[in-house]
């Protein structure tokens, strides 16, 4: 039951995207030249596949035991990325015409899924979609986590914001500054309840920010 409700959200945001995609398609068909319409597939693909390696996480956490609480942290964080994802396809964009702000958030959405990639690569089995310990949790300060001690979370957001970027929604800015962001930070503060507990933890925090260096 916990493997199949873990597929539920993504499916839902996968359906979603796709549906809007080709919403946006074919609205545009006839107005803007061939190749965006190329950028747009080419970026819902993108997300899709970026979801099934998520997925993959997911379906594994809900055969896990004795986990702890994600305080619903999980499900608001789930609520703010597909508000953003949505309303960055339903609304008409700002800027409706082809410009720099396609390949400036093609460029920040690839970047921060890279970083979020290399971040999970670099905590291996200690990486999880739900809060918890696992035998043996120690302190991980390689990769990303050399500059910060979220870069899954600084990559998500990263993302988000080129898919606010690229579609040039104003909307889709709001969703990302007042619910993904927020729910994030809520989300990193239940999660270092716990880190703080593992041993060396404190001195690693006491030398980098949460997600942006020099700033929290």
């Not at 004795?66 to 700002?94: C, I, K, M, N």
């Not at 970027?165 to 500054?177: D, E, G, I, R």
Request: hydrophobic letters at 50%; proline letters at 5%; a positive charge.
């Amino acid at each position: 039951m916990k493997r199949a409700m873990a597929l539920v959200l993504p499916i839902i945001l996968a359906a979603g995207i796709i549906a809007l995609t080709l919403r946006r398609v074919q609205a545009e068909q006839g107005f803007l030249p061939l190749y965006v319409t190329v950028l747009h597939a080419a970026m819902a693909v993108l997300y899709l596949l970026w979801m099934l390696a998520e997925t993959r996480i997911s379906t594994s956490d809900a055969v896990e035991k004795g986990l702890s609480s994600d305080r619903w942290t999980r499900e608001l964080y789930a609520f703010g990325q597909a508000a953003t994802v949505f309303s960055a396809l339903w609304f008409d964009p700002a800027w409706p015409d082809p410009g720099m702000h396609h390949a400036i958030g093609m460029s920040l959405f690839l970047g921060g899924i890279g970083f979020r990639l290399r971040a999970v690569s670099s905590l291996g089995r200690h990486y999880s979609h739900i809060v918890r310990r696992v035998e043996g949790h120690r302190v991980i300060d390689s990769g990303p986590y050399r500059f910060v001690r979220h870069p899954a979370y600084a990559g998500m957001i990263a993302a988000h914001l080129g898919v606010v970027v690229y579609y040039s929604s104003a909307p889709a800015l709001c969703f990302l500054v007042l619910a993904l962001v927020p729910s994030i930070i809520l989300r990193i503060r239940v999660e270092e309840l716990m880190l703080f507990e593992i041993d060396g933890y404190d001195a690693y925090a006491a030398g980098r920010n949460r997600l942006v260096p020099g700033v929290w």
